[in-house]
């Protein structure tokens, strides 16, 4: 049987209901909203019915990790608060405790992905997908559970999955057939959109700021920054963050005084090392999105980036100038010539409109608009 229309159409002839169904799920399928781009609507859904108004709360689970999630929760939190709506911001395993708000369809609830296990209680509830697993990094055992999670919230009428990129979108329908209601990019704190009083200083290191473990690939970069370094006698490598890899990148580096380690810092502390940044790097393969990205290029980084990933999402347009790309074989050769482009380029301000808390505080209360006054969508069963 073959894949055109006309296959398809022979085939919905044979079975017809059973057919008709998986074609339009299928046809379907590969076209998701994105909300900073205001298309159409692809819910599929049918008739609404009246919307459910402005929720008198939203409950936000955060997370436990140096920025990423937690990050994006605090940075929400701003967004609808400046919308006059109160936002509570919880642990994601404390979210069982909350059992009546969770049924309270006055109430809109974002969970992260590590609360997403709430759903089949859950009414008016959008539930996150921040990235797509790794059973390399998480174990199967993760993996699976977090994918049906996802499977029972595509499954239940009170909620809708919501990917923080199409990049996330598209791997979780292609390799687990999870469906997404709309594609949301996470916001950015208001305090990278300062416009910056004082010239920028000297911008004289090669940056990374995250969490220290293999995912990001940090391990990769190191014999390619020394390359790059040798090459260039005034440049350095700050590396930011904690993490269990840590003790590998110092055993690595040595006592070589050109790199020096940060501890995580706070947001301004953080702002001010971008502005010394030339080349801000980070290597995730995978990154759902990567806020990092888009903060580093708010202050005047060019960002060096892997040729996958959400983040190529941020700013398309500034690939190949202000975003250059590190090769996916980590070939160190492959490394130092994408660095060196990188210290070669000029850089261009993105348009972080779509990212401003109030846009995507804004997005996420169009996508809340589809849910009916008793917290389901129309037409739906679960």
Not at 222 to 227: K, N, Q, T, V
């Amino acid at each position: 049987m073959d894949s055109t229309g006309e296959g398809r159409a022979g085939w919905a002839a044979q079975w017809p209901r059973e057919a008709a169904a998986r074609v339009r799920a299928a046809e379907g399928a590969g076209s998701v909203e994105t909300m900073t781009e205001r298309s159409a609507d692809a819910g599929g859904d049918g008739a609404r019915g009246a919307p459910a108004g402005l929720p008198e709360k939203i409950l936000i689970t955060g997370g436990h990790e140096i920025g990423g999630i937690s990050s994006f929760a605090e940075a929400l939190r701003g967004g609808f608060e400046g919308r006059g709506i109160g936002v509570e911001i919880l642990a994601p395993g404390t979210i069982f405790r909350r059992r009546q708000e969770l049924r309270d369809a006055r109430i809109l609830k974002i969970l992260s992905t590590a609360a997403v296990f709430a759903a089949p209680v859950a009414r008016r509830t959008l539930c996150m997908a921040h990235g797509v697993p790794r059973a390399d990094a998480q174990g199967w055992r993760t993996v699976c559970g977090i994918i049906a999670s996802f499977h029972v919230a595509n499954r239940c009428s009170g909620v809708q999955l919501v990917s923080v990129s199409h990049y996330t979108a598209a791997t979780l329908r292609a390799v687990f057939n999870v469906r997404t209601d709309a594609v949301i990019r996470n916001p950015v704190k208001p305090l990278f959109l300062e416009p910056v009083d004082e010239p920028h200083g000297e911008r004289n290191y090669l940056t990374y700021a995250g969490r220290l473990i293999a995912a990001k690939n940090p391990h990769r970069m190191i014999p390619a920054l020394r390359d790059v370094l040798d090459e260039n006698p005034g440049l350095r490598v700050c590396i930011i963050g904690q993490g269990k890899l840590r003790p590998v990148l110092e055993s690595m580096i040595g006592d070589d005084p050109r790199f020096e380690f940060r501890d995580a810092p706070d947001d301004v502390t953080l702002r001010e090392w971008l502005r010394r940044t030339r080349v801000f790097f980070s290597g995730n393969e995978v990154e759902g999105f990567g806020i990092t990205y888009l903060e580093a290029l708010t202050q005047g980084c060019i960002v060096a980036m892997p040729a996958g990933g959400g983040g190529l999402e941020i700013a398309p347009e500034q690939v190949g100038a202000a975003v250059q790309l590190l090769p996916l074989s980590w070939d160190r050769r492959e490394i130092v010539a994408a660095l060196r482009r990188a210290l070669g380029q000029v850089w261009a301000a993105p348009d972080t409109r779509p990212f401003t808390i109030d846009a995507v505080a804004g997005f996420y209360l169009e996508v809340d608009s589809r849910f009916a006054p008793d917290g389901r969508i129309a037409g739906r069963r679960g």
